[in-house]
């Protein structure tokens, strides 16, 4: 087990729906993130936060709004979402940011939520 | 030129085959150096890091060569259970924003 817990597993809403993702890490890890991950295409990253601290938002649109109450819990808060935005939402964990000991680069990804947008 | 490109796939290989994968980066001033798998329909995991001097865990080898700024793994032995899809992951140089390859799909066949 990864130790990052994502809710819904699957979730099918409607363009004018609004619903929330989940995301929880056991890890005592301080920074998560937020990726969407489409067929054929690499991971892209979405959203950083570090100690709460939103520190980069990937030019995501507004439809998408995260929130991190704390270090452990992070959310993906979804309003009049598009056909295109049908992906997988994969939450991810690391230590830190430090550049130097790779933080960044060690990830522990949640199983994500497969969103379908109708 | 995409910031970290890999050759798709997919690789088709028998049990027992050595295969090795490469993946290739824009930025000079990258620092760390990862290999993520990623089995189908599941969420990546780390694999390994990749030091400049060269690792090894097990049947797997990575290797860094700056010179030419690619990074390789090398998996020997291939097990079925190796099938997969291979993410090069690069930090470059003043950022903490890791970027991902396509990744390279892995088949191994009996």
């Known amino acids: 087990e990864t130790g990052v817990t994502q809710t819904p597993r699957h979730l099918v809403m409607g363009m004018t729906n609004k619903k929330s993702l989940k995301c929880e890490q056991h890890?005592?890890?301080?920074?998560m993130y937020w990726y969407k991950q489409s067929a054929k295409k690499p991971l892209e990253l979405m959203f950083v936060?570090?100690?709460?601290?939103?520190?980069e938002n990937n030019s995501v649109p507004s439809r998408f709004s995260p929130e991190c109450p704390n270090s452990s819990h992070l959310f993906l808060h979804l309003h009049t979402l598009q056909p295109e935005d049908s992906a997988l939402y994969l939450c991810?964990?690391?230590?830190?940011?430090?550049?130097?000991?790779?933080?960044?680069?060690?990830?522990?990804f949640g199983p994500g939520t497969r969103l379908t947008v109708l | 030129r995409k910031e970290v490109e890999q050759d798709p796939g997919p690789f088709n290989v028998p049990e027992g085959a050595t295969v090795a994968f490469n993946c290739t980066y824009s930025?000079?001033?990258?620092?760390?150096f990862f290999w993520y798998r990623q089995d189908c329909r599941k969420e990546p995991k780390l694999l390994m890091s990749?030091?400049?001097s060269g690792n090894e865990d097990g049947r797997f080898t990575a290797q860094l060569n700056r010179a030419s700024q690619y990074i390789s793994l090398l998996i020997r032995d291939s097990k079925l259970s190796d099938s997969a899809t291979y993410l090069c992951?690069?930090?470059?140089?003043?950022?903490?924003?890791?970027?991902f390859g396509r990744g390279t799909s892995l088949i191994v066949h009996p």
């Open positions: 991810a964990s690391s230590q830190d940011l430090d550049i130097g000991s790779g933080g960044a680069g060690t990830q522990y």
């Open positions: 890890l005592g890890h301080n920074a």
């Open positions: 936060y570090n100690f709460k601290e939103q520190t």
């Open positions: 930025n000079s001033a990258s620092q760390s």
């Open positions: 990749v030091y400049s």
């Open positions: 992951v690069v930090l470059s140089g003043g950022s903490y924003i890791p970027t």
